[in-house]
């Protein structure tokens, strides 16, 4: 583990400062996306079982907070909040949005 971990301190030395930047922000938007999807599930669980529920604004900022692939695929592999035409087309905004920041910064850095 500390071997791997090292190699990987490394290899980071190793980029340029526009390499550093994007996977940054890649790692971010992974992390991101992974508690967008949880927040979605957890939510979906507690409401089949009745119980309180995360907010919608929550569900809404989420995917704006660099989880627009998350808020996406807790849409389409959850299968939560498809009933509400505005939860599909947030996700897909924050996550063109992201896309469209990741392309640019990639292509003009």
Known sequence: MEIQFASLILSLNSLTSK???LTILAIIEIVMSI??????????????????????SVLLIL????GG?????GIYTVRHKTQHWYFPLNNVLALIVQASIFISLAILL
């Open 69 to 73: 692939l998350g808020g996406f695929m």
């Open 63 to 66: 995917p704006w907070v660099m």
């Open 19 to 21: 390499e550093l930047l």
């Open 35 to 56: 508690i967008t999807v949880i927040f979605y599930k957890n939510d979906k669980v507690r409401a089949k079982k009745g119980l309180w529920r995360t907010k919608e």
